[in-house]
């Protein structure tokens, strides 16, 4: 029924870009906050770039200018630009679609993988 579908990662040379896309579909509950996390080596998933409700913008501090997240005012979709990538920027990217609104509803894609070579 609910799909969340992320593209766009691959291997870049540090320095590189590269553009992450993800859509949100078959969701029982409207939403309203879209964002990208990073799952760490460590297994800990953590904050990239959101966007919540209204179209306010939220960065990680390690991120903020290199990374950009933008979002298709008409459907579930969300993109994350990335440029002047770094070697710590690399883990597997994971979208997550949700409304605070609606307790318990949070949905996860499967994720894409981000590699940065030094």
């Known amino acids: 029924q609910v799909q969340v579908v992320e593209s766009g990662g691959g291997l870049v040379q540090a320095g590189g870009s590269l553009r992450l896309s993800c859509a949100a579909s078959?969701?029982?509950?409207?939403?309203?906050?879209m964002g990208w996390y990073r799952q760490t080596l460590g297994n800990q998933r953590v904050l990239v770039a959101t966007i919540i409700r209204g179209g306010r913008t939220i960065y990680a501090d390690s991120v903020k200018g290199r990374l950009t997240v933008s979002k298709d005012n008409l459907q579930n979709k969300i993109a994350l630009q990335m440029n002047s990538l770094k070697a710590e920027n690399t883990g597997v990217y994971y979208c997550?679609?949700?409304?605070?609104?609606?307790?318990?509803?949070?949905?996860w894609g499967q994720g894409t993988q981000v590699t940065v070579s030094s």
């Open positions: 997550s679609a949700d409304n605070p609104s609606y307790k318990g509803c949070q949905y």
């Open positions: 078959g969701t029982v509950f409207p939403i309203s906050d």
